[in-house]
């Protein structure tokens, strides 16, 4: 048991000094950014992959024929899509909220491919 604990304090005290973390607020704020961007990278590379066409104008015909026209984006909060979850992908349609699930069909509307 004394040699766990001398293990463990030589690993805390390297040279007479405690190790410090370092959790000054830009360094965190900055990791916060990374994460969220990538988070958000993930998301859109996905709705890539579904094939809809994020940021132009769209036709969306959702379930109970409600038809949606206007900019097609990720909804903010979207961060984790989990892989056979692409169902939950959340949507807006100027500034009306839905998932992928309750999509039935989504036309681009300047008829170019996305």
């Not at 030589?10 to 000054?24: E, L, P, S």
Request: neutral net charge; proline residues 2%; charged residues 25%.
């Amino acid at each position: 048991m004394a040699s766990v604990n001398a293990a463990w304090r030589q690993r805390i005290f390297v040279g007479g000094f405690q190790q410090q973390f370092r959790f000054d607020k830009a360094s965190s704020e900055d990791g916060y950014a990374r994460w969220l961007a990538s988070r958000q990278a993930a998301a859109h590379a996905l709705a890539h992959k579904l094939g809809l066409p994020l940021e132009h104008d769209v036709e969306v015909w959702l379930t109970g024929e409600i038809r949606l026209r206007g900019k097609l984006r990720l909804q903010d909060q979207v961060l984790f899509v989990e892989a056979g979850r692409e169902h939950q992908l959340g949507l807006l349609v100027d500034k009306v909220p839905f998932t992928y699930s309750e999509m039935q069909s989504c036309v681009r509307l300047d008829g170019t491919m996305s």
